[in-house]
């Protein structure tokens, strides 16, 4: 009968135990959206997250004031909205702002800035918040809201004369009716803008864009008032003559956004700012363009929407813009206007092409994917789609993190499935966050499918739309096997299989007191399976899922668990081309190699050399002396429960472990990569050195900067396994 773990079980009812575990798990949580979750669980955290936290975004309808207040009190930044994107009964509701701004008339005194979207606002809500609050306000955002007229705007205008952001946007055609109520907005220019030209001279941003806003009177006055803080500058339909004398009083203004009005006589003479490093103009013909080519060497943002430039002026626009990086385009050049972008606009991080006409096809998106490798995030509408132009993403955007494809025809996939390319895609683009693919029926199968839940696990949104009729390939992605198999004391090791096909396979060994959940094992074994390298991890006997007893020392038993392993899917005649140990794992895998000469590549993160090294902090002085008289060495936790027991037969067991013969037998066709933290703080670095000295086919890697567990360089150390075993893989 296989025996059991001795490690005592903590009883989930015991708070101080838990705020013990969360304590010592919260360093490895660097995601806030993670931190958020522990707030709720931990009230340590929960205290601290309620004092410390600065900015704050709410769902009106799920919470009220005084919940806020007793939970974040010193917040410096909050968003107020509506409902969520998904809401299903939004018809039914409207929310008004009132009883928010009356709590923050008398609260938050820290709060410095304002966004609400989607509420019913009043001119007594502005009044309200900007006699209370408006010399502490930096910022103000109003998006999507309705109920309130320039009156309300006067408001702001008269007392938040500190202001550095206020922005109006998408609220002049705002129309909400529920209930038997109807809400308009009502924002006309007149004494309000001017108003607040007279008042401001710290503003910064201006956006009221979709608001009915051009009074170049005002505007400029504002312009000149700001003339040494403008640096962004949006409102709607204007005539860009009549704004002359505004841009030339806003020196430092980088950022215009506007609906051009003009006739092409008109803009004899107009000019930008000779800052100018951001651009978005709606409808502006081929003439026009003359007045931006002074400065486009120099912009880094261009928005084209409705476009009607003929195909050489686009091209030739393309041409002049060598430091582009965000680009939104209605491009009616087809692949050829693609092909410039590529050949041309080479520091391109973000690119949108949503043309209506002349649409794109696989071989525009090919030359674009081969020239513009630094894209961050690429959304196009193409004609027709193929395997190879989805792997030609995946091959050369590796720093991609959205990716959105809309085909727009039905017919338009020249190879039937897709499900290649989006593997090659996904194994290439490990960055990725958001995948959105608009396809049509056949476009991917379940196969796919399947490929999305393997390779895409660093999927924060994933959209698929007219993609098949059944999502059962991306459940069964999204599983990883679990395999059990006994060792030689008739144990069963637990274990999961992170399968991609191939034939090669590596085993992942965990560290002491670890489990195969350990972070660091899984982001490996996600980083290999995206590289299409099946990953093996599992838990040691008397570890995690597995059966047996957990030991102080167990290192040649756990040389023997590696062993039962590796003898398990060579029989399943599969290979095994790496094993990779952290830690006491590194330990175990060295040791291994001594002994089995069957791997050819061994990795030995952060083992130990020296066996004698660091007991003494975690046994205390004397621990030999103790153990020998007692027969072992209790540890306990800080809640004085006792965690583990060291044997005095598991401590000789460690301290006659001679690491300096095993790296010596090791066979000197085994390639063996060692990777240190040159900040360890458990287990210096000078033991990795030591090991590259006596190991005979030995690389050592120093990670900078990293700590034991490498918490702020995992990507360096993932990114050196892979390199490693891609270099040496043709040996396998």
Not at 124 to 134: F, M, P, Q, S, V
Not at 475 to 487: C, F, L, R, S
């Amino acid at each position: 009968m296989a025996s059991t773990k001795n490690t005592p079980k903590h009883k989930p009812g015991k708070a101080n135990v838990g705020e013990e575990v969360l304590d010592l798990v919260i360093p490895y949580i660097q995601c806030i959206e993670d931190r958020n979750s522990v707030s709720l669980v931990s009230r340590n955290c929960y205290e601290i997250d309620g004092i410390t936290r600065k900015w704050v975004t709410v769902h009106t309808i799920y919470s009220n004031p005084s919940r806020l207040r007793r939970r974040f009190p010193f917040i410096e930044s909050l968003t107020l909205k509506s409902f969520p994107s998904d809401f299903s009964h939004r018809d039914n509701y409207v929310i008004q702002i009132t009883p928010w701004i009356e709590q923050l008339a008398l609260e938050f005194r820290c709060l410095k800035e304002l966004r609400v979207c989607g509420l019913v606002v009043h001119d007594a809500d502005l009044e309200t918040l900007a006699r209370t609050r408006g010399k502490d306000l930096r910022s103000l955002r109003i998006s999507k809201c309705g109920g309130f007229s320039s009156d309300g705007l006067m408001h702001v205008s008269k007392y938040c004369s500190q202001l550095k952001t206020f922005c109006l946007k998408y609220c002049n055609q705002l129309r909400t009716f529920c209930l038997g109520y109807e809400y308009w907005i009502n924002v006309q220019d007149g004494t309000w803008l001017h108003q607040l030209a007279l008042n401001s001279t710290v503003l910064e941003k201006f956006h009221f864009k979709d608001s009915g806003v051009s009074d170049a009177v005002a505007l400029t006055l504002l312009a000149k008032n700001c003339c040494n803080s403008l640096i962004s500058f949006e409102i709607g339909a204007c005539c860009l003559s009549n704004l002359g004398d505004a841009f030339r009083c806003a020196v430092r203004l980088e950022h215009f956004c506007g609906d051009n009005c003009d006739d092409e006589s008109d803009l004899v003479g107009f000019q930008f700012p000779p800052n100018m490093r951001s651009l978005s103009i709606k409808d502006f013909p081929v003439p026009r363009y003359s007045i931006v080519l002074p400065f486009l060497n120099q912009i880094k943002k261009l928005k084209l929407v409705s476009s009607g430039l003929r195909y050489k002026c686009q091209c030739s626009l393309f041409k002049r813009c060598p430091n582009l990086e965000v680009l939104y385009t209605e491009d009616v050049c087809g692949d050829s206007g693609l092909q410039d972008i590529g050949k041309y606009c080479k520091k391109l991080h973000k690119l949108t092409h949503n043309g209506n006409h002349g649409l794109v096809t696989h071989v525009g998106l090919i030359a674009l994917a081969k020239r513009c490798t630094k894209l961050e995030c690429l959304k196009v509408r193409l004609r027709d789609i193929s395997n190879e132009a989805i792997k030609c993403v995946g091959t050369h955007l590796k720093n991609l993190r959205k990716f959105r494809v809309n085909l727009v025809e039905k017919d338009g996939i020249t190879d039937l499935p897709l499900d290649n390319g989006i593997r090659a895609m996904l194994m290439g683009c490990r960055k990725l966050e958001t995948l959105d693919i608009r396809l049509w029926h056949g476009g991917l199968t379940d196969v796919g499918l399947d490929y999305i839940g393997k390779y895409g696990r660093n999927l924060r949104f994933l959209s698929l739309t007219r993609i098949g009729k059944s999502d059962a390939g991306l459940v069964k992605g999204t599983e990883q096997q679990k395999i059990i198999i006994q060792n030689k004391s008739g144990e069963k090791l637990v274990g999961l299989l992170h399968e991609t096909g191939s034939k090669e396979i590596v085993i992942l060994c965990h560290g002491f007191q670890g489990t195969k959940e350990y972070s660091m094992m899984v982001e490996l074994a996600v980083a290999l399976e995206n590289q299409g390298i099946s990953a093996f991890r599992f838990d040691f006997s008397g570890n995690g899922e597995s059966e047996g007893t957990f030991e102080f020392g167990n290192y040649r038993k756990e040389v023997s668990d590696l062993h039962a392993v590796v003898q398990h899917f060579t029989t399943a005649n599969r290979v095994i081309s790496a094993i990779l140990g952290h830690s006491k794992g590194g330990n175990v895998v060295v040791l291994y190699a001594s002994l089995h000469h069957d791997i050819p590549i061994v990795f030995n993160v952060s083992g130990r050399y020296k066996m004698d090294r660091g007991i003494e902090e975690r046994l205390g002085k004397d621990y030999l002396e103790r153990a020998k008289k007692d027969g072992f060495i209790d540890i306990k936790s800080k809640t004085g429960e006792l965690s583990f027991r060291v044997t005095e037969e598991s401590l000789l067991e460690r301290l006659n472990t001679n690491m300096h013969e095993a790296g010596l037998n090791i066979d000197q066709d085994c390639k063996v990569l060692t990777i240190h933290g040159s900040e360890d703080e458990i287990i210096p670095v000078e033991d990795g050195l030591e090991f590259a000295k006596i190991i005979p086919n030995n690389k050592l890697h120093i990670v900078e900067g990293a700590d034991h567990c490498y918490n702020k360089h995992r990507e360096e150390l993932v990114s050196t396994v892979l390199a490693f075993i891609k270099e040496n893989l043709h040996r396998v």
